[in-house]
C-alpha cells in the first residue's frame, strides 16, 4: 500500500492512515471491512481534529453508486451514505421534497454530518441526525445490519451520532417534508444591549436565525433571517432594535459574497437559502479551524455576556462567531440530545497554536453553562469533562465494545474517549 500525505479540508490534520480505500458496493466495503484489522470510514474530510484518523486504513463511501429514493407514503428517502448534502438537497428539491434544516457548507457528506451531530440553526429544527430513520451499517463482522425504530435497546438513537464507532454506514433513510421557499434577510450592527434584552424573541422570529458576532462593540454584526413563505410575519422589528439593513450581499467570515446563498428577502428552494454557502461555489481550502460548544438555551444569554471579555483575545485569531439554536434531540451523543440547544461557534484563523489557547480560555469561561463541544471541531475538554456532559457515553462505549470487540473501527480519538 502506498503511503500518501493527505489532510483533512481545512488542512490542519495531515492524516496518519496508511491509505484510502473507495469501495464500490457494499459487498466490497463488506470484503473490505472483514479483512482489514483497523480502519476508519472517511466522509468528506470537513471535521477539524482526528476523529476521521486512524493508524490503519481510512473507506470513503463516496464512491458508493448515488441513490435518492423517495417514499412519498412514508416521507422517507433513502440516499448512499457517502452524498453531499448538495447533491441529496438538488435531488429533493427536483423532486418536490425537502429536509427539515441543513448545515452552513452543502459540500458535506451525509454520513459524515449524522455520525458528529451536524446542525443548522432554528428553535425548532434538531440537528440532522435527528432526520434519519433508519441506517445500513457495515459491522466489524463485515455483516450488513439495518438499524431503524424498531431495532431493540434503543439502537436507532444509539446510531445517529456514532463518530464512526459503529461501523461504516452505506445508506441512510431521512425523514422528508414537502417542499418549502425561504426568504433570508440581513441586518447589520444589532447593538448588544438589544441581543442580550431579546436573544430569545430575535432567534425565534423566523424557521432559522443565525447571529454573527466578533465580541466587539458592533455586538451582532450581521442577523441572518432564514424565513419560510409560509410562516407568520415578523413580529420582531430589528431596526427599531437598533440594527440596520444590509443593503447588498453579505458574508459572515472575509471571503467573497460570490459564495453565499441568495439573500435579500428573495424567496427560494430552502436547498438554497438554509446553506449559508452555494453548493456550485468551492469554497476556499480553508485556511481555518472551527471550534463549536452547544449549551442549554436557557444559559445563552449569560454565556455570551461571559464571553464577552474575552474580544481582545478573539481579536488577532477569530473570523466570525456564529451563534445558532437547536432543538433537543434524543440521539445518545447528539450535541443537542436532550436539551434545546444554542450552539456558540468559532471560526479562527488557521493558527493551531493560538486556537489551542483561545479554546482553552472558552472552556473555561463556558464551563458554569454545561458546554457539549461539537464532535468534529477542535476542543480541549478530557475525558471526564465529556462523560458528564454526555451521559449515555458509557452505554455507547458498551455497545461499541459489543458490535466491535476487536477495535476495528477504534482511532486513537475513540480509543481515549470510549476507555
Ligand atoms: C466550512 C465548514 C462548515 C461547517 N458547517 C457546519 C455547520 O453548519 N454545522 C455543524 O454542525 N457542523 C459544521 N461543520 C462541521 C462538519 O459538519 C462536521 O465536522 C462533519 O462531521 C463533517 O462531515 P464529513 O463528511 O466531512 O466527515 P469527516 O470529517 O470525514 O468524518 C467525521 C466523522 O464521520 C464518520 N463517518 C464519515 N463517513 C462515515 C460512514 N460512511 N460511516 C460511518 N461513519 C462515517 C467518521 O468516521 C468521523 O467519525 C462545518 C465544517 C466545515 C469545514
Known sequence: MAATTRTNWAGNVTYGASDLLSPTSVDEVRRVVAATPRLTALGSTHSFNRIADTDGVQVT?????????????RRVVRVAA???????????????????????LPHISVAGAVATGTHGSGVRNPSLAHAVVGLEVVRASGDVAWVDASTPDDALDAHRVALGALGVVTAVELAIEPTFQVATTVHLDLPWDAVLEHFDAVVSDAYSVSLFTSFDDRGARQ???????????????????????????????????AGVTEQGGVPGPWSERLPHFRSTFTPSTGAEIQAEYLIPASHAVAALEALRPLDPVFAPLLIAAEVRTIAADT????????RQSVGLHFTFRRDAEAVAAAVARIEDVLA????????????????????????????FAALARDLDPTGRFRNAYLARLLP
Not at 82 to 104: C, F, K, Q, Y
Not at 230 to 257: F, I, K, Q, S, Y
Not at 381 to 395: F, K, S, T
Request: zero cysteines; charged letters at 20%.
Open 61 to 73: 463511501v463516496a464512491g458508493l453508486p448515488p441513490v435518492l429514493d423517495v417514499d412519498a407514503d
Open 82 to 104: 457517502g452524498m453531499t448534502h448538495a447533491a441529496v438537497a438538488a435531488g429533493l428539491e427536483a423532486r418536490g421534497w425537502a429536509l427539515a434544516n441543513l448545515a452552513s
Open 223 to 257: 442577523v441572518w433571517t432564514k424565513r419560510r413563505t409560509d410562516e407568520p410575519a415578523p413580529t420582531v422589528d430589528l431596526v427599531a432594535l437598533g440594527a440596520r439593513p444590509a443593503d447588498g450581499p453579505v458574508h459572515p467570515g472575509e471571503n467573497d459574497t
Open 331 to 338: 440521539a445518545w451523543l447528539a450535541p443537542s440530545s436532550g
Open 368 to 395: 458554569p453553562f454545561d458546554p457539549r463541544p461539537h464532535w468534529g471541531k477542535v476542543f480541549a475538554a478530557g475525558v471526564e469533562r465529556l462523560h458528564e456532559a454526555y451521559p449515555r457515553l458509557d452505554d
